[in-house]
């Protein structure tokens, strides 16, 4: 069974930036039809999509991240990150990584997000 | 304001069926993509409840039952149990903004 878990700090003072780690485990990182990604959920509200990468380095951003966002993939050690600079109180959330899952690779619009990390609070705070 | 408008709370008796509407528009559910819906259970990670607008992940039970008309979605929970009780977000798909959009969640309320 697939499994995900993301490692990095749980407070982040503002203007810094905020790194993220997930591992994983249990299936191939490099799959044709998968993308990897994060999903936020700031405490009490909803979720929003940060960004997706495939493993050959084909990504998509939130527009309304982007100018903050990058991520990578590490393929030799089933590994994908997230860096988020300029972090405000804004970004305090619940940090998810996951799996995206396309039934046709070339196409977003059939895409599911199938398998979930258990999630990590990052706080911005002095 | 998210893209996609879905009904802050919807609530039943047990074993009654309900529904929950996610309304979009010509740049995401009314351009044929595909609508996924997730459960997440109070104090619990978001899971795929039902996907490509009404299939359904292995281990989802066939009370859940999806479909998709037009600009809008639906999800409908049949002999609806205490366990349902949970938050319900649809996902799409959206020209306009570019990357995947989320719907502001519904709360199910099991009376």
Redesign the interface.
Known sequence: QLQLQESGPGLVKPSETLSLTCSVSGGAISGSHVYWGWIRQPPGKGLEWIGTLHFSGSMNYNPSLRSRVTMSVQTSRSQFSLHLTSVTAADTAIYYCVREFRTAIWNRGNARFDFWSQGTLVTVSS | Q?VLTQPPSVSGAPGQRVTISCTGSSSNIG????V?W?QQIPGR????LI??NGDR?SGVPDRFSGSKSGTSASLAISGLQAEDEADY?C???DDN?????????TKVIVL
């Not at chain 2, 351009?31 to 595909?34: K, R």
């Open positions: 998210s351009a044929d993509y595909d996924q997730y990670v978001p899971g795929l996907y490509s992940p977000y996902q799409s798909y903004f570019g990357g995947y959009v989320f719907g502001s969640g």
